[in-house]
């Protein structure tokens, strides 16, 4: 990129690209309340914690399926709402509440979930907001049932309404999140890529790329590295980063375990030198997280990720730690073989998924062929068992020919336990010793 122009970024992209210049981890919180004081009051918390925060507006259900009129009901009778109704409210009411923060560099997100989101990336674009996530694949298949050709068109018209009226607008693929759990690495790292350069190919500058937390520590980090990797080769002429999610299945059901969990991710971004992870509470397992919840989870990870160890640069090279894994040959591998299909991103994602060279393991959607299938292997990887007709190579374990209920479930858990089981043994061992002859 020598002697070109730098990519535009907007607010969201500076933030996170300045919190980067810094060797600071950007944390960010998942939260949506419905009513605007409320919505306020947790974007303040967000901006007063002590970490490198950006906000987030997570909208509700109805917003995202387009049922503005059942949402603006739901405000005016006062009903439960599980996120912030942004079309509802309208552009002045959103735009008041910003500026009532009194902190115009305070960097916000709104995140949705919706595989037709043109009216909601128009009211923010008129409520001043630069920033937005999803894409054409990550939320149409685990989420809906809409066509993978109308979400294409959607997501696309959507992209060029952003380009045309937000300069930097920022745009982050959840391709990395795939079903949040179960999904082999090179498969979220190529959808990672792809929709990134589908949000290129149609206009936008400032993008991120996601990665969910999976199995085990050592394939996360050789998968970032194909990640980042990746990105330099296909997305080397606009300004990218990479966000990390905490870990986004089965959550630990002892605090200290979650909490156990929450950090082991911000190590992860350190080490991977991610620039932004998207964070859990301890609460998860039990009930909707409050504010002081999301506070104290964006306030623990920042602390692990300062003490964590050093990362090793941003300039990609081999990936650093675990990049022999074999997975970024194999999330080339499943770029190439959509990209070789058509020029155009969007034809080339509906032909990879009519083909089955993308599939995503125990996804339902009408337009995922379903003939893949993963599992965790005695090393805590996640590993293809069935690879369908994706050009991947799937090794079953000695003696499995097939996936049971039972083991499904058993590596559902396999997180969870792994976090659990350390508090649960010591507070058994504490019993014990209270209980002894010794003790008493």
Same mark, same amino acid.
């Given at each position: 990129?020598?002697?070109?122009?730098?990519?535009?970024?907007?607010?969201?992209?500076?933030?996170?690209?300045?919190?980067?210049?810094?060797?600071?981890?950007?944390?960010?919180?998942?939260?949506?309340?419905?009513?605007?004081?409320?919505?306020?009051?947790?974007?303040?918390?967000?901006?007063?914690?002590?970490?490198?925060?950006?906000?987030?507006?997570?909208?509700?259900?109805?917003?995202?399926?387009?049922?503005?009129?059942?949402?603006?009901?739901?405000?005016?009778?006062?009903?439960?709402?599980?996120?912030?109704?942004?079309?509802?409210?309208?552009?002045?009411?959103?735009?008041?509440?910003?500026?009532?923060?009194?902190?115009?560099?305070?960097?916000?997100?709104?995140?949705?979930?919706?595989?037709?989101?043109?009216?909601?990336?128009?009211?923010?674009?008129?409520?001043?907001?630069?920033?937005?996530?999803?894409?054409?694949?990550?939320?149409?298949?685990?989420?809906?049932?809409?066509?993978?050709?109308?979400?294409?068109?959607?997501?696309?018209?959507?992209?060029?309404?952003?380009?045309?009226?937000?300069?930097?607008?920022?745009?982050?693929?959840?391709?990395?999140?795939?079903?949040?759990?179960?999904?082999?690495?090179?498969?979220?790292?190529?959808?990672?890529?792809?929709?990134?350069?589908?949000?290129?190919?149609?206009?936008?500058?400032?993008?991120?790329?996601?990665?969910?937390?999976?199995?085990?520590?050592?394939?996360?980090?050789?998968?970032?590295?194909?990640?980042?990797?990746?990105?330099?080769?296909?997305?080397?002429?606009?300004?990218?980063?990479?966000?990390?999610?905490?870990?986004?299945?089965?959550?630990?059901?002892?605090?200290?375990?979650?909490?156990?969990?929450?950090?082991?991710?911000?190590?992860?971004?350190?080490?991977?030198?991610?620039?932004?992870?998207?964070?859990?509470?301890?609460?998860?397992?039990?009930?909707?997280?409050?504010?002081?919840?999301?506070?104290?989870?964006?306030? +623990?990870? !920042?602390?692990?990720?300062?003490? @964590? %160890?050093?990362? *090793?640069?941003?300039?990609? /090279?081999?990936?650093?730690? &675990? =990049?022999?894994?074999?997975?970024? +040959?194999? !999330?080339?591998?499943?770029?190439? @073989? %959509?990209?070789? *299909?058509?020029?155009?991103? /969007?034809?080339?994602?509906? &032909? =990879?998924?009519?083909?089955?060279?993308?599939?995503?393991?125990?996804?339902?959607? @009408?337009?995922?062929?379903?003939?893949?299938?993963?599992?965790?292997?005695?090393? &805590?990887?996640?590993?293809?068992?069935?690879?369908?007709?994706?050009?991947?190579?799937?090794?079953?374990?000695?003696?499995?020919?097939?996936?049971?209920?039972?083991?499904?479930?058993?590596?559902?858990?396999?997180?969870?336990?792994?976090?659990?089981?350390?508090?649960?043994?010591?507070?058994?061992?504490?019993?014990?010793?209270?209980?002894?002859?010794?003790?008493?």
């Amino acid at each position: 990129m020598s002697g070109q122009p730098a990519p535009a970024q907007g607010r969201f992209g500076t933030a996170v690209a300045q919190a980067a210049a810094r060797g600071e981890l950007v944390v960010q919180p998942r939260m949506g309340m419905p009513d605007i004081a409320s919505m306020r009051a947790g974007l303040r918390a967000v901006r007063q914690a002590n970490a490198t925060t950006v906000g987030t507006i997570t909208l509700d259900s109805y917003t995202r399926v387009g049922d503005h009129d059942s949402a603006r009901k739901a405000l005016a009778e006062g009903s439960d709402l599980n996120g912030f109704p942004i079309v509802a409210h309208g552009a002045a009411a959103t735009r008041e509440m910003i500026a009532s923060l009194a902190a115009p560099s305070f960097a916000i997100q709104v995140r949705h979930g919706s595989p037709l989101p043109l009216g909601i990336v128009q009211a923010l674009v008129d409520a001043g907001l630069d920033a937005t996530e999803g894409g054409p694949v990550s939320y149409c298949l685990p989420y809906s049932r809409t066509p993978l050709r109308e979400s294409v068109d959607a997501w696309a018209k959507s992209c060029e309404l952003l380009a045309a009226h937000v300069p930097g607008a920022h745009l982050e693929s959840f391709g990395g999140c795939m079903l949040g759990q179960m999904c082999p690495p090179s498969l979220l790292v190529a959808i990672s890529v792809l929709e990134g350069m589908f949000f290129r190919q149609h206009g936008l500058t400032s993008i991120s790329l996601s990665y969910a937390q999976q199995t085990s520590f050592d394939q996360d980090v050789a998968a970032v590295a194909a990640l980042r990797r990746l990105a330099g080769e296909y997305l080397g002429d606009v300004a990218w980063h990479v966000v990390l999610y905490t870990y986004m299945g089965v959550f630990p059901r002892t605090g200290g375990g979650a909490l156990e969990l929450l950090r082991s991710s911000a190590v992860l971004a350190r080490v991977t030198d991610a620039e932004r992870l998207i964070v859990k509470t301890a609460a998860e397992a039990f009930r909707i997280p409050t504010v002081a919840d999301n506070v104290q989870a964006l306030e +623990e990870a !920042a602390l692990a990720a300062r003490q @964590a %160890v050093p990362a *090793l640069g941003r300039e990609g /090279g081999d990936g650093g730690p &675990g =990049a022999d894994d074999g997975l970024y +040959e194999e !999330a080339r591998t499943l770029v190439e @073989a %959509v990209l070789e *299909l058509d020029p155009d991103v /969007g034809r080339a994602l509906l &032909g =990879a998924f009519a083909r089955g060279y993308l599939d995503v393991p125990f996804c339902l959607h @009408a337009d995922n062929a379903q003939r893949t299938r993963a599992y965790v292997d005695d090393t &805590g990887r996640l590993q293809w068992l069935a690879a369908g007709a994706m050009p991947v190579r799937a090794v079953a374990p000695a003696g499995a020919a097939r996936l049971s209920a039972d083991g499904f479930l058993t590596m559902l858990g396999h997180v969870q336990h792994g976090f659990d089981a350390p508090v649960l043994d010591a507070a058994s061992r504490g019993r014990r010793s209270l209980g002894s002859p010794s003790n008493v």
